[in-house]
């Protein structure tokens, strides 16, 4: 196994690393560039276990503007100042080194792009990285607002918006261009929709100059406020729930109730139902569904991630696969996964199994899809290890969206 050193600019502080990082992203986002004095940041994630760490340093603590607000500490050596690995406190299991520290170009590429409308005009992205599909949507107006078409960008980008499920990316950005194409309603609309999706927006509208042009409207200001963002956590209104061909939707943040065989479902030919709970503002902070899965069907493909899941059997039976063991589950057996925590669940019995799924969401999830011989056994491990879900699901065909089928979950006695 490969042993690579990274180190400070003077060397005081550094780091051995055993092993290849399970994942590796370039970061556009200001803080990244800021943080590095780059066009952008480039950084590799090990797990504590492969990284000694010799030398003093310093911390730099700052919460994140992602919809988690997680704190992050930047470690850099007191002498000559350079920043070469951070932490996240709540995240253990978890270190970050920059890559340019290892001042070594064979290092692994890059497999993971974020915050890529703060990419640089002349800056490419190898087709080789893994990309947000939601962000990939607002390619084609990129080059009107980079030649300073406003208002031919607003105009496509509301066609791409009404052609597409309401995201706060694309608002945020369409409210950028109407901004400065001098459509101060439009975009104080769309900024508000963005913000009432995802808090982070707002952050992000304070630091953004494309919003100069009407950073003195007084509800911009209001907009931007601490008292609205408070307001917008203590006041939350119902989400209206609109019947669409595959299901019951709920239709912006608000609260909502809805019964499972009426919401939107996926269907697989390889990795059973789900019912997804979601409309056109995700969940920022939790993700939740229902997986029914037939004997011997897998739910995904045998993984860790850096954020927490929770399983709970809601009937039927199956096997959990965890940590390269076998574990046999019935009705009401609750499973924790910490952060990075190997696992699949594999339908067992004579019957479906229903499983209620529950994960913590990050701004940028990372995984690992390993090569272990009990997932292969199963039909639920990958055949070469990666950390792109894109590779690991490559031989199967897509899911379908689809309404609930009848049967799918049990009729319980009341």
């Given at each position: 196994?490969?042993?690579?050193?990274?180190?400070?600019?003077?060397?005081?502080?550094r780091l051995e690393v055993e092993?290849?990082?399970?994942?590796v992203s370039m970061c556009h986002c200001l803080a990244c560039q800021r943080r590095t004095g780059s066009a952008f940041g480039m950084q590799a994630a090990f797990r504590p276990d492969q990284v000694q760490v010799h030398g003093r340093y310093s911390d730099y603590t700052r919460i994140s503007d992602e919809g988690d607000s997680k704190e992050h500490a930047f470690h850099f050596c007191p002498e000559c100042g350079s920043q070469v690995f951070y932490t996240e406190p709540e995240e253990p299991d978890l270190i970050v080194v920059s890559v340019g520290?290892?001042?070594?170009?064979?290092?692994?590429?890059?497999?993971?792009?974020?915050?890529?409308?703060?990419?640089?005009?002349?800056?490419p992205v190898p087709e080789t990285i893994e990309r947000d599909p939601v962000r990939a949507l607002w390619d084609p107006v990129q080059p009107l607002y980079r030649a300073g078409a406003y208002a031919e960008a607003a105009d496509r980008g509301r066609e791409v918006l009404e052609a597409n499920d309401p995201h706060p990316y694309l608002l945020f950005n369409l409210a950028c261009c109407e901004s400065l194409?001098?459509?101060?309603?439009?975009?104080?609309?769309?900024l508000e929709r963005a913000i009432e999706m995802w808090g982070g927006c707002r952050e992000m509208a304070r630091e953004d100059s494309d919003f100069d042009p009407i950073r003195g409207e007084p509800r911009f200001q209001e907009l931007m406020s601490q008292d609205a963002a408070q307001a917008d956590t203590r006041t939350v209104t119902e989400a209206t729930l609109e019947r669409t061909e595959h299901g019951l939707v709920p239709k912006g943040a608000g609260w909502f109730v809805v019964n499972a065989r009426e919401a939107p479902w996926w269907h697989s030919e390889t990795f059973?139902?789900?019912?997804?709970?979601?409309?056109?503002?995700?969940?920022?902070?939790?993700?939740?569904?229902?997986?029914?899965?037939?004997?011997?069907?897998?739910?995904?493909m045998?993984?860790?991630e850096s954020a927490q899941e929770d399983f709970l059997v809601l009937s039927g039976?199956?096997?959990?696969?965890?940590?390269?063991?076998?574990?046999?589950?019935?009705?009401?057996?609750?499973?924790h996964c910490p952060p990075w925590t190997e696992h699949v669940f594999v339908g067992a019995g004579d019957g479906p199994c229903a499983i209620l799924m529950i994960g913590a969401r990050h701004e940028h999830e990372e995984l690992l899809y390993p090569v272990v011989e009990v997932a292969r056994k199963h039909d639920a491990g990958v055949a070469k290890e990666t950390s792109s879900g894109r590779e690991a699901y490559a031989p199967f065909p897509e899911p379908t969206a689809g309404p609930y089928r009848d049967g799918t979950l049990p009729s319980l006695p009341d």
């Open positions: 196994m490969a042993t690579r050193e990274a180190a400070c600019h003077c060397g005081q502080l092993g290849d990082p399970f994942v520290s290892f001042a070594d170009p064979s290092f692994p590429p890059p497999t993971e792009s974020g915050y890529e409308w703060r990419r640089h005009e002349w800056l194409a001098g459509r101060t309603a439009d975009a104080l609309d769309h059973g139902s789900s019912c997804v709970f979601e409309g056109d503002a995700h969940f920022a902070e939790v993700g939740v569904n229902i997986q029914v899965l037939a004997p011997g069907e897998p739910n995904c045998y993984h860790g039976e199956c096997l959990l696969l965890v940590e390269g063991e076998e574990r046999p589950l019935r009705q009401w057996d609750f499973v």
